[in-house]
């Protein structure tokens, strides 16, 4: 057996986490890259240790989170949900609730460990309680009745000032900071600089260092969610509910199950979005929020768990390389004469009345903004993905993967 | 089977040019105002003796930290815009004054030989991307040209005050004068509590007994609500009866809940309507509110007018029946700086049609001219060197451009309370003559505004 | 007043607080209608949920605007004609031009997902929403856009009854829309078109051209999202015209179409109206004291929760029959 590690001989094998040498050995790079970022130690992506880097990357852990609760739901089990923004604010003042300070704005002041889980909890059995109906109301009447759960959702965030601040105002939220009780300093503080174990790091890095470790947790959660009973039980029931019925799967109690776990990941990854930004007026969790959260796991690749984070590496990072590319465009364009700064000044327009797909000078040409590229970026990539490649960008992977396993041969 | 792989080949080659381009791209992230190709990445420390001798200036003896470079005889400058957002047409044409006046400026000279370069981004109007681009850009620029939104600027107030860096509040939010909210923004134009403090005052003037009742309808948030409790207060001032009290009830975000205004508006037959909230908004309501016979004199928050609403179908009852006030002078005036300022735009071939939104952009430039100049000649050009220097300045003068700003001294002082009060002018502003407004009160400070003593921010938010 | 009290203290002489209310409900209702007609239609033909209504409703708006004020087609050929002339011209121009896009969307992106999951499908025009609309709000630019219809803000006010221009005119136009959809079902393409709604495969093999019958579904989708985006950038609803969030507001009409049930249009017909009056009822009549500002925005969604408890299918929708 030993001259065949890709051979497994038992289920269990075959169902491990780390069934292969290779992934063994890349997961643990990944994990020293990840802790190594932050230092800017390494070469080619130093850039990363940058603030604005850091913070991105947080947000994709962040967007991560949540995009894995969604994957549960609609890509493992089948129910479509265009209602995660919802649940993720209902974690985030869920939050605000139990940890901020008290203040004129509701807040209990509560330590972390205690307000982000019940963030989650909290969103949960919101989850379930709207469960019945959904599992009363199905396929496409599911997504409008989640599409309806956002509205009436931002109503009540807007409306409901005492907690959420009102609109266009809104309030802070609880800051990363772990303290056993109330006292005066705490445990390990995330959110300010400062020295751990003789080594000096930001703010930013600390936060960095706290959500990914939470995320990582999340992906070996959800990992083992797939491999268990339950997750079995979502796959009969996206692939046929009839037919998993009749198998004795209990449609309502696995339906609710995937409505609740979903929640949870959704409400967890509002209360830490939320703390991570500081400050949020009630329509952040709104309707192009929940579509953000179908794209990501549309490009990343439905029911796969790392589909999910290149999603959310994908959605996250394109404003940001979009930006920097239509800049890089524009100098490439006024820097002088040549096919490749005509070709570039056609893409971006520079000046007053110069035509250009993108526009970077304000108010003067015809052009779409950075933003709205961004928005008809994520549009047509899930177009392309759904019509081209359904997998996502996971399917992608696959095909490069099984081109370097079987090359010379095709197949 | 084929034709998708193909497809995906395409995809494919795409995004890994995508991906190489991406990585060199990634460290330049610079416009230029002028036509000065970019150069090197900010220094982080301390230059102090750079190499080339110029005779007016003596580099030798200013301080920089980030964005001012004084071997590449740089200043950079950042700009938190709402180019996308329901701000965007008016913020779009104040960065494209921005760009005139820094141009003119970089043109003639720069400062003390110093050229001006502008960073902007787009925040769209949401505080998560605002935050971001905050982050991005500090490390970047030697302060903020303006920063767009009052939820949004006060999202990024205390890392401003923890990292020492100025920036102008592109909001007329009245805690900017407020020295126990803010330390870091410099303050201009009258704010949205003390303008409706001055409209209301003038049409009480105006219309004497005619006017018993006022309808409130704003938007939530600090804008709104701001501009709604010095409108509540300055109607108590005043002794009129608030009819319909709709402060903070009409959401930019929902249709709704501008009939709900507009009808409740129309119900309460109210003799005048404050309104805070932004131009296709005031539209609508306005619309909805006349097709149920309501006449009434409409007034509110200048960020709630808009001049091409001349254009639309109620263009001739708005201009019967609306009163507006401009924190900028307006575009017919012949002070010194409006009438240099018309001359630069026409100048620039950047002018797309008349329009006062263009001085706020030269405004906010010349007080930052004001305070890099101040910091120039104090020897230090660091984050910290501009924001003394911006909060020592004793009177920033517009040449008329606007009314005067100060720094010094205590709040009820310096807090602005003149503004230009106008009517929409149909004809001008069809024939493209002028930008559509009438003065009917220029720098004008009603009773109201002026006895109001000003103590603090009127709308608090609280965190 | 309190509004809430409003309607039982009318004065007996004038048009009333419940008549403007009436009013405003029809002429909603009749915007919703025409939205969900033209949804349902698309969902009967090809059995593919439209998330992009809302944006084609804003282009179809859009390109009235261009038309008639941005190009002046053909006005600028017209110098003499009489505005309303002109204008028709016009909106017939930008309706042919939204019924060779609805052709063109249903051919290039949802022809390759015929036999799809529905939700796959359904999620690729949730991506041409994004697409379609982010260009069309780039094209409409930050300031409104009118759509230089000539009725202007005139009123008909008979006394009892206070009513614009515009507004007759919408009621009038949805009216006659539903008139020509009732002949038009039972013309051979509608005929042919009902057999393709009933059984794709079934109709193929009786000779139907399928193929046909989702290109005109989607003529006639864009076609009706179009007036109704017109409709929605008028005075008084929206007196500057159509701007970037005209194509947002389309998305009240969603619960109407599933109040009435996805795949019945008398269901959209009736669900239209019912949305249209209920947002209208809670902009007059809900107490803000009490629910707070945008519960007219929530009714619609309110409504459609209550009502899919009761009939998970909507009011005219056929079960769904599930096989394994």
Redesign the interface.
């Known amino acids: 057996m030993r001259q065949r590690p890709l051979l497994h001989t038992s289920y269990q094998s075959d169902q491990a986490l780390m069934n292969s040498w290779t992934k063994k050995v890349m997961l643990a790079v990944l994990l020293v890259i990840l802790v190594l970022i932050p230092f800017g130690v390494l070469p ?1 992506i130093t ?1 990363l240790s ?3 880097w850091l ?2 990357l947080t947000t994709v852990a962040i967007f991560g989170i949540a995009a894995l609760g969604l994957n549960i739901l609609t890509g493992m089990a089948g129910q479509v949900s265009l209602g995660h923004a919802f649940f993720m604010g209902v974690g985030a003042y869920t939050a605000a609730w139990l940890g901020a300070a008290p ?3 509701l807040g209990l002041g509560l330590p972390i460990w205690i307000w982000l889980p019940a963030a989650g909890i909290v969103a949960a059995a919101i989850g379930v309680a709207v469960g019945p109906t959904a599992v009363r109301v199905r396929g496409l009447y599911l997504a409008f009745v989640t599409l309806g759960l956002v509205f009436v959702g ?1 109503y009540v965030f ?1 409306n409901w000032d005492s907690l959420t ?8 939220f609880p800051g990363f900071t772990v303290r056993l009780w109330k006292e005066e300093t705490p445990l390990i503080d995330f959110s300010t600089a400062g020295s751990w174990f003789g080594v000096e790091l930001s703010s930013q890095a600390k936060t960095y260092y706290f959500v990914i470790a939470l995320f990582i947790v999340a992906v070996v959660l959800v990992k083992n969610l797939q491999r268990t009973r339950v997750g079995r039980a979502f796959q009969s029931i996206r692939d046929r509910d009839i037919a998993a019925e009749i198998m004795g799967v209990n449609d309502f109690k696995y339906k609710l199950i995937a409505f609740g776990v979903s929640s949870f990941y959704a409400g967890v990854a509002g209360a830490l979005y939320a703390g991570f ?5 009630p ?2 969790w ?1 309707l192009l929020l929940a579509v953000l959260m179908i794209a990501i796991i549309l490009i990343g690749g439905a029911g796969v768990v790392t589909g999910t984070v290149l999603g959310a590496a994908f959605v996250v990072i394109l404003p940001r ?1 979009v ?3 239509t ?2 465009l ?2 490439v364009a ?2 002088g004469s040549g096919f490749s700064s005509w070709l570039a000044d056609l893409i971006v327009s520079t000046g ?1 009345g110069d035509f250009g797909l993108i526009n ?1 000078q ?3 040409a015809p052009g779409l ?4 590229l961004n928005q008809v970026l994520y549009g047509l990539l899930i177009i ?1 993905f759904l019509i ?2 359904p997998l996502g960008l996971y399917g ?1 992977w696959l ?1 490069i993967r099984n081109y370097w396993k079987g090359w010379p041969f095709t197949y | 089977m084929k034709a ?1 792989t193909k ?2 080949a395409i ?2 080659a795409l995004g890994l040019v ?1 991906a190489a ?12 105002a002028a036509d000065t ?2 150069t090197t990445q900010p220094d982080t420390t301390d230059t102090t003796a750079p190499p080339d001798d110029d005779d007016d200036m003596e580099p030798g003896e200013i301080l920089t930290d980030v964005g001012v470079d004084l071997d590449a005889g740089v200043i950079r400058l950042g700009l938190l ?1 709402d ?2 957002g329901i701000f ?2 008016l ?3 104040i ?2 004054g921005h760009e005139v006046y820094w141009e003119n400026v970089n043109a003639n000279g720069g400062i003390n030989g110093l050229e001006v370069e502008l960073v ?3 925040t ?1 109007y ?3 991307v605002h ?2 681009r905050y ?2 850009l500090k ?1 970047q620029v030697v302060a903020f040209g303006h920063s767009t939104g009052s ?1 949004h600027t ?2 990024i107030n205390q890392q401003l005050q923890d990292d020492g860096i100025l920036a102008i509040p592109l909001t007329w939010y009245s805690g900017w004068s407020d020295p126990a909210i803010n330390s870091n923004l410099m303050h201009h134009g009258i704010n949205y509590c003390m303008e409706a403090y001055n409209l209301i005052g003038f049409l009480e003037d105006q219309m004497g007994d005619d006017l018993n009742t006022i309808a409130i309808a704003t ?7 701001d501009g709604a409790l010095g409108a509540t207060q300055a109607a108590e001032a005043a002794g009129l009866e608030v009819v319909y009290d ?1 402060s ?10 501008f ?2 205004a507009a ?2 508006i ?3 037959e109210a003799d005048m309507v404050y309104v805070v909230t932004n ?2 908004t005031f ?2 309501i ?3 509110t ?4 309501y006449q009434g004199v409409w007034t509110g928050a200048n960020p709630s007018w ?1 001049p ?2 001349l ?4 263009g ?2 708005l201009a019967a029946s609306s009163y507006w006030s401009s924190y900028t002078n307006v575009w017919t005036s012949d002070a010194p700086g409006v009438v240099e300022a018309k001359q630069l735009l026409e100048d620039s ?2 002018l ?1 049609r008349p329009s006062s939104a263009y001085f706020e952009g030269f405004v906010e430039a010349r007080m930052m001219h004001a305070a890099l100049e101040a910091a120039y000649e104090a020897g230090d050009m660091t984050q910290a060197g501009v924001l003394a220097a911006a909060k020592s300045l004793e009177e920033v003068d517009f040449d008329g451009l606007a009314p005067n700003e100060s720094y010094v001294g205590e709040p009820n002082d310096y807090v602005q309370r003149t503004s230009n009060i106008f009517q929409p002018d149909l004809e001008g502003f069809l024939s493209g003559e002028t930008a559509g407004e009438t003065v009917v009160a220029p720098n004008y400070t009603s009773d109201l505004a002026a006895n109001y003593d000003f103590t603090g921010a009127c709308f608090v ?3 | ?1 309190n ?1 809430t009290l ?1 309607i039982l203290a009318q004065e007996a002489a004038g ?1 009333s ?1 419940f008549s ?1 209310m009436v009013v ?1 409900g029809l002429s909603l209702g009749a915007i919703y209608a025409l939205l969900a007609v033209g949804f349902v239609i698309i969902f009967k033909a090809t059995q593919v949920i439209n998330f992009a209504h809302g944006a084609l409703a804003a282009l179809g708006a859009f390109l009235v605007a261009s038309f008639a004020t941005i190009v002046d087609i053909p006005g600028r050929w017209l110098p003499d004609a009489p505005s309303w002339v002109t204008w028709v011209g016009a909106v017939a121009l930008a309706i042919i031009t939204m019924g060779v896009i609805g052709m063109i969307l249903e051919r290039v992106f949802l022809r390759p997902m015929v036999g799809e999951e529905l939700f796959a499908v359904a999620i690729v025009t949730l991506g041409l929403d994004i697409v379609i609309r982010n260009v069309t709000n780039d094209f409409i ?4 856009r ?1 759509v230089g ?1 000539p ?3 005139a ?1 008909f ?1 008979l006394g009892w009854i ?1 009513i ?1 221009h515009t ?1 007759v005119v919408q009621i009038v136009v949805a009216l006659v829309v539903v008139g020509l959809i009732t002949l038009f079902f039972r013309s051979r393409l509608g005929i042919a078109m009902r057999a393709t709604a009933f059984d794709q495969e079934a109709a193929r093999a009786q000779g139907i051209n399928v193929g046909r019958v989702f290109s005109i579904s989607w003529v006639i989708g864009a076609v009706l999202a179009a007036v109704a985006g017109v409709f929605i950038s008028m ?7 159509v ?1 970037q ?1 005209t194509a ?2 389309a998305f ?1 009409a969603f619960p109407a179409i599933i109040i009435g049930g996805l795949d019945s249009i008398v269901g959209a017909i009736v669900g239209g109206l019912l949305v249209g009056f209920a ?2 009822a ?3 009549y ?1 107490s ?1 004291d009490f629910f707070g ?5 929530v ?1 619609p969604w309110l409504l459609m929760l209550v009502v899919l408890v009761v009939r998970p299918h909507g009011i005219f929708g056929t079960e769904e029959i599930r096989r394994v």
């Not at chain 1, 930004?277 to 007026?281: D, F, K, L, N, W």
């Not at chain 2, 938007?219 to 609500?225: A, K, Q, R, V």
């Not at chain 3, 630019?141 to 409104?144: I, S, V």
């Not at chain 3, 005075?235 to 015209?241: D, E, H, I, S, Y």
């Open positions: 080619v850039f940058e603030t604005a913070r991105l203040g004129p704005l931002e807007r601040g009102g609109s266009q105002a809104g309030r802070d930004v500081g400050r949020m007026i329509e952040t709104n390389f930006e920097d590319f800049h890089w524009s100098s006024q820097a007053a970077t304000a108010g003067t903004s950075t933003a709205q392309g081209f490649e992608i095909r | 998708k497809w995906l995809f494919l995508v381009c991406g990585d060199g791209a990634g460290d330049d992230t610079t416009t230029t190709p970019d815009s180019l996308s965007a047409p913020v779009q044409v960065v494209a902007t981004t787009d769209t949401e505080v998560p935050v971001q982050e991005e490390d939820p006060v999202a938007f939530p948030g600090d804008y709104g609500l709709g903070g009830a009409v959401n930019p975000a929902d249709e709704s809940t009939t709900e009808n409740a129309a119900s309460s131009a296709t539209a609508s306005f619309g909805q006349i097709a149920q016979g808009n091409a609403l254009e639309s179908p109620v001739e009852a071939g950047r797309e938010l609280e965190s | 007043m509004p409003a048009p607080r403007d405003e630019g930050q300031f409104p009118q219809d009725f202007g803000v009123l006010d206070r614009a507004e005075f008084p609803r929206r007196a500057a015209g701007d969030s947002f507001i009240a947002q209208s809670a902009t007059f809900a803000a500002t945008g519960f007219a925005g009714v």
